[in-house]
């Protein structure tokens, strides 16, 4: 079974900055594309970043300028910086992976149990 696991989450005045982090785990043979998602109260979860395998980015219009996704392929980890944060900003994030894993074989969509971003402003 694979798993990701979130980390760096936390509360950030407005015009402050994040890194969150997402690392995959489990028999991995390859990880396609990996993305992060958030949902605020009373909202739908939306799609904030995703990034390919050959690093092809994909951005809200919302954090277009301020988020930036980057993935180590080596580390199985995904990251997410996020610069000039704004309240409205203010969600629970989570991590997603389409993996490939050997054991048990095949291709699995994961997500993660997400990590709170808090922003005051």
């Known amino acids: 079974q694979g798993k990701l696991v979130e980390s760096g989450g936390g509360l950030v005045q407005a015009g402050g900055s994040l890194r969150l982090s997402c690392a995959a785990s489990?028999?991995?043979?390859?990880?396609?594309?990996m993305a992060w998602y958030r949902q605020a109260p009373g909202k739908q979860r939306e799609l904030v970043a995703s990034?390919?395998?050959?690093?092809?980015?994909n951005y809200a219009d919302s954090v277009k300028g301020r988020f930036t996704i980057s993935r180590d392929n080596a580390k199985n980890t995904v990251y997410l910086q996020m610069n000039s944060l704004k309240p409205e900003d203010t969600a629970l994030y989570y991590c997603n992976a389409n993996v490939t894993l050997l054991i048990p074989f095949g291709q699995f969509t994961y997500w993660g149990q997400g990590t709170q971003v808090t922003v005051s402003s």
């Open positions: 489990g028999s991995i043979f390859s990880i396609n594309t």
């Open positions: 990034m390919t395998t050959g690093g092809s980015t």
